[in-house]
């Protein structure tokens, strides 16, 4: 009886699977065949282990889905090519990738969204095999060596090893390596690289027109440009040109070695290798070296802002109350798209300026006059070395003050400061006077001990003896180690009553009188980590956790102690449009107390007189008053 019934169980399996013709994808196989599809959780994985294919999402975006080929002995998970940067889907189970008509292709529900898009006469007998160099590449049966279509010719951000950046003589079109548009979204980017067949050289784009780096020619070891590639090198470079293209392509001289070239978001061209050790990749070096040199880097007008709306149809520079003046920029790399201008001065030149209501800035050398119409992009200040020109840049006449008037301001703003600086030292006199009466009160009463949350509850016996309540909270009995009396008042919940807590702990600290309590401290608990506890709370945590560390980050990197640590603006606007990554900032000597008591911070007041330390704008989520000669009094809030 059971032989019949596990035959009949085999049976009906076998009619499920023919019927249905179910896709299966073998554990660990490299290859899709005619009768197979990926989907899901399903992955290829190349013969030896290096690189695997399969839908992925980017951390923070779980609901954009790619067929990425990605590495599989990188424990940073790390994506080498995408299909469908451009065309996300949002639910991988619903999609499948399969051989349909001699292509490869990406359906999501019988949309086609991605495919090689081939004219192939052969159909059932196409696979797609992932190779362990990183290339996907659609043949015409196993033996065959001869690619229909191959992912090598359509890279994404990674030039890997094996692979080629070419131009195609018969098409005339280029291959390029293009940035993604963010650290998070892999589409399209305003950087790419591509090659210049003539010269030999590989060159960096923005939005495809503005060429702002090159690599120099190739002499036959080296680009001339690239000092480093002689410089303990590892790859071996070969150039390739015939009747239908050119191209360079490189090999590891090193097979163990897992190294790529990427076209960052940053706008610059990284050659990177994989340390295990540190599980991260290792920048051999970027280009152009420095971040500023990239096209557009630091935005319309680069280094200026226009704060006034400049007046049009003034003419002349002699009428100077109410004509648009120029502020001088010396030494400067000027933006491109110029417009030369007949003028045999200086003066001539600003007034064809002023003369055309959308002229932004002019300069004037011995080469000309040169006027610029709308935006100025990639304004760079010029290294010292005599090839910096000086820009004159257009603002409104009310953003330049009369000499009197810029006087009187240096002479306002000298004297305020100076009054500053003599208070606050007024202030720190006074503050240092009454932590020294403090600590004398510390040593000769016992009592003014740091407490915590945790020191509460073994004085109130985990808040077990309740005397009453209030407006927001409880009030418990509590007894210090010294014996004296106290009572507690806890809020209820985190979001109950804070501001009127804080309102009667500073309420109370500032009143002195002999039948009040007085104000002793309080303390803080291809929750240390919750970053919601810094959204207003009306926000109800509806926000992104990665744009949230992001900012948090930023923030942090902004005060930092030495100031050349500080990003600059254009930097911060680039880090929270996730185009710059940001590392864990150092902690600045500001924030050094929290870091190094993280369980609890402490504030006190000075006893001996009627004033106090008014609570810090940080939510304080422990109070505690001292027992006055008529009542003894601690509040507290969890």
């Not at 013969?47 to 992925?56: S, V």
């Not at 097979?255 to 050790?277: H, P």
């Not at 006059?369 to 006449?397: F, H, K, M």
């Not at 996730?578 to 911070?601: D, K, M, W, Y």
């Amino acid at each position: 009886m059971g032989v019949r019934t596990n035959s009949y169980f085999i049976f009906s399996l076998l009619f499920l699977f023919f019927t249905f013709n179910l896709p299966i994808i073998s554990h660990g196989s490299d290859t899709i065949s005619a009768n197979q599809s990926l989907s899901g959780d399903q992955t290829l994985v190349s013969a030896n282990g290096t690189f695997k294919l399969g839908f992925y999402n980017q951390p923070g975006n779980s609901s954009n889905y790619y067929i990425c080929i990605v590495y599989n002995k990188v424990s940073l998970r790390t994506i080498a090519w995408i299909a469908n940067r451009d065309k996300p889907i949002s639910d991988k189970n619903s999609a499948v990738l399969k051989i349909m008509d001699g292509n490869l292709v990406l359906l999501n529900e019988s949309q086609i969204i991605w495919s090689t898009y081939q004219n192939s006469a052969a159909s059932s007998s196409v696979v797609a095999v992932l190779g362990d160099d990183g290339n996907l590449v659609v043949k015409d049966g196993f033996n065959s060596t001869q690619p229909i279509w191959q992912s090598f010719d359509f890279p994404t951000n990674t030039w890997l090893p094996g692979g080629k950046i070419a131009y195609n003589k018969r098409t005339k079109t280029h291959q390029n390596l293009t940035s993604w548009k963010n650290s998070e979204d892999p589409s399209r980017g305003l950087f790419s690289l591509s090659l210049i067949a003539e010269t030999k050289e590989y060159v960096i784009s923005w939005n495809g027109s503005e060429q702002y780096w090159t690599g120099g020619s190739w002499n036959g070891q080296i680009f001339t440009l690239v000092p480093e590639m002689s410089q303990n090198y590892i790859y071996n470079f070969t150039y390739v040109d015939n009747e239908n293209e050119s191209y360079f392509t490189y090999s590891l001289y090193n097979k163990t070695i897992i190294s790529r070239f990427v076209m960052d978001v940053s706008g610059q061209i990284t050659q990177q290798t994989w340390l295990e050790t540190t599980g991260q990749w290792n920048l051999f070096w970027s280009k152009p070296r420095e971040q500023c040199k990239v096209y557009a880097f630091c935005g319309h007008l680069g280094l200026a802002i226009r704060l006034h709306c400049p007046s049009c149809g003034n003419t002349s520079v002699a009428n100077q109350e109410s004509t648009d003046k120029f502020y001088e920029y010396p030494n400067m790399g000027l933006p491109n798209n110029s417009l030369s201008v007949a003028s045999s001065s200086t003066t001539g030149c600003a007034s064809s300026c002023l003369n055309n209501c959308n002229c932004t800035a002019y300069s004037y050398d011995n080469n000309g006059c040169s006027i610029w119409i709308g935006e100025l992009v990639n304004l760079q200040l010029s290294p010292n070395d005599g090839t910096g020109r000086t820009l004159y840049l257009r603002l409104a006449a009310s953003e330049f003050s009369k000499g009197k008037e810029n006087k009187g301001i240096i002479i306002g703003a000298v004297a305020g400061s100076v009054a500053v600086v003599l208070l606050l030292g007024l202030v720190f006199i006074i503050i240092w006077k009454r932590q020294r009466r403090f600590v004398g009160k510390t040593k000769m009463e016992g009592s003014l001990i740091a407490f915590g949350y945790r020191d509460l509850q073994i004085a109130t016996k985990n808040f077990s003896e309740k005397l009453g309540g209030g407006g927001f909270g409880s009030v418990f009995k509590g007894t210090l180690p010294d014996s004296t009396t106290i009572a507690v008042k806890k809020l209820e919940s985190i979001s109950q009553g804070e501001k009127q807590f804080r309102m009667e702990v500073s309420t109370i600290g500032i009143i002195q009188h002999v039948n009040l309590v007085r104000l002793q401290g309080f303390c803080s608990d291809v929750e240390g980590g919750d970053l919601f506890s810094l959204l207003d709370h009306r926000l109800e945590k509806n926000a992104d956790e990665e744009e949230l560390r992001r900012i948090a980050r930023v923030a942090c990197w902004c005060i930092q102690d030495d100031e050349n640590h500080r990003p600059t603006m254009g930097q911060v606007v680039q880090i929270l449009e996730g185009v710059l990554e940001v590392n864990p900032p150092r902690v600045p000597r500001s924030l050094q107390a929290f870091v190094e008591n993280p369980e609890h911070i402490v504030f006190f007041t000075d006893l001996s007189s009627g004033q106090s330390s008014q609570p810090q704008s940080a939510d304080h989520s422990t109070a505690s008053i001292r027992a006055s000669s008529t009542s003894s009094t601690m509040i507290s809030k969890s």
